[in-house]
């Protein structure tokens, strides 16, 4: 009697959407994160001990260029949709590297305001622009691609700042400036990278607009008139909030609330960053279609209900209640910024012109640049209002859930625009 054949998983490399040039775009977020890792732990400290800026200046930088970086999101999706998409990214990296080198030329406090303003405006429009090269390499497959791209790019951040960890114990000037210059060589290996990448097809929209020289030819769609997408943008700003929960007000809520030790809070981190690594790519399955992706919306309502009551919680007192809380409260924030993660790739690139998809994505990041900027001083203010801030947040949350529900529902009726609107080649 035969042996009963069992069919065989293909090649690793051939379960990874996009062919040779989304691997290697996956390859160059690796190295992005693995960057940013390094320089993002220290920048703070590289401006207090290496240009000698107080803390209210460094408090005062970091913020002008958070909110510098707001408009890098719509520009980079502007100019993604009127050049080729592969040359607006080597340009981004060029001037990442251009900014970071020009802070190690002055001590001058508006010129390094100014300089970190600049590097901003490409920083932002990254995410946006590697976005739309999964949205375009992948075709319906992007859901997967961007779980792999997440996966890859924790690990990028963790071994970024495992590095950054020990430089910095060395605490002289020179491990200060080495961890500045290897963040900006990795944008240039990046570039170098980006340019063996070949440019991906555009949505065939877009192409025939482009080509177009008739008078009488419809303008491109504009993400700005229309009000359903802004709506979708808007909450999806208050979605994101889970980044400033978990980095910004779970910290402060252990020491001000809690009996929970202070070691704690980076612990919660590791956990968070354990489980988008462990998690992002089997969950994206559930988000495969636009349908599925609107259905994500009820799991992430109960999540965020979870979360945050958790969190008020572990103030009752009490170290044991304490730590539980917390640790539930990390664990039901994760899987909702996963979950929301997930939801957000599909529906966003879903419900963009393909006339104008750059654009579109571009407003839709400014949804996660609005929230860098703003959720940070919404936390601390929401730490201070104490254990009955939360189920407020809570509530919110839920509602906003539901109202996006809703919306999707509206603009995707039909059950067939499920489907992706192009071919898999056009994307």
Known sequence: MSRSTHPTRPPFKERIPGGPDGRRMLVIGFIDKCGTGLWSTAMALYFTYVTGLGLGQVGLLIAVSGAAGIAGAPLGGRLADRFPLVRVIICTQLLRAAALLALLTTDD?????????????????????????????????????????????????????????????????????????????????????????????????????AASTDATAPKPSTPWRDRGFLTFTAGDAVFFLHDSILQVALPLWIVHATDAPVGLAPLLMVLNSALVVAFQVPLARFGATTEAARRLYTPLAALFAVGTLSVAASALGGRALSITALITAAVALTFAEMIHTIASWELSVALAADDAQGAYLGVHGLAQSTQRFAGPLLMTGLVSAGPLAWPFLGAALVATCAAQNRLVRRRLPEPSLSVLKVTVSEH
């Open 109 to 209: 406090y508006l010129l390094l305001v100014l300089f970190s303003a600049a590097g901003a405006l490409p920083d932002r429009a990254t995410n946006v622009l590697t976005k739309l090269y999964a949205a375009r390499v992948a075709g319906p497959d992007r859901v997967r691609y961007q779980a792999i791209n997440r996966t890859t790019s924790n690990l990028g951040w963790t071994l970024g700042g495992l590095g950054a960890a020990a430089a910095l114990a060395l605490g002289s000037t020179t491990a200060f400036q080495l961890l500045l210059v290897g963040d900006a060589l990795s944008y240039l290996v990046m570039a170098a990278l980006t340019l063996r990448c070949a440019e991906p097809p555009a949505p065939a929209a877009s192409r025939v607009v």
